[in-house]
């Protein structure tokens, strides 16, 4: 007779994967909150820099010509930059394996020069 029993328990098994689907639920639901977040901040950014835009070239003498027009949508579209940054990431246009894609597309023109020279020799 058998005095101790270690098996798994099945309850645990399905509480470890309900805490990683959580988990994964939570980190895409603070995701799609950082991309909602630029959103609102890229709409905030082109209603607010429009009307100063014709609000202060209407009032000053120079009117659309010259920086002083645009100088908020120029300092603002930077910060505006660095929060796309830090939402999308650098790899936004390039994509997440453009590395290795560019990797193995140089290492397959080196062996087609490899197979091209040994057809000399």
Do not use: C
Request: charged share 30%; net charge neutral; hydrophobic share 40%.
């Amino acid at each position: 007779m058998e005095k101790y029993s270690i098996e798994p328990y099945r309850e645990e098994e399905s509480q470890a994967r309900d805490f990683r689907k959580e988990e994964a639920y939570l980190r895409a639901k603070k995701r799609v909150e950082a991309i909602s977040g630029f959103y609102w901040h890229l709409a905030s950014y082109v209603v607010v820099n429009a009307f100063l835009i014709i609000l202060i070239a209407m009032n000053s003498g120079s009117g659309f010509r010259g920086f002083g027009p645009y100088a908020t949508a120029f300092f603002w579209g930077i910060g505006l930059a660095f929060h796309f940054i830090g939402v999308f990431g650098f790899n936004f246009l390039l994509g997440k394996n453009w590395e290795q894609r560019k990797i193995d597309e140089f290492m397959e023109k080196e062996r087609e020069k490899q197979r091209k020279f040994s057809e000399y020799e």
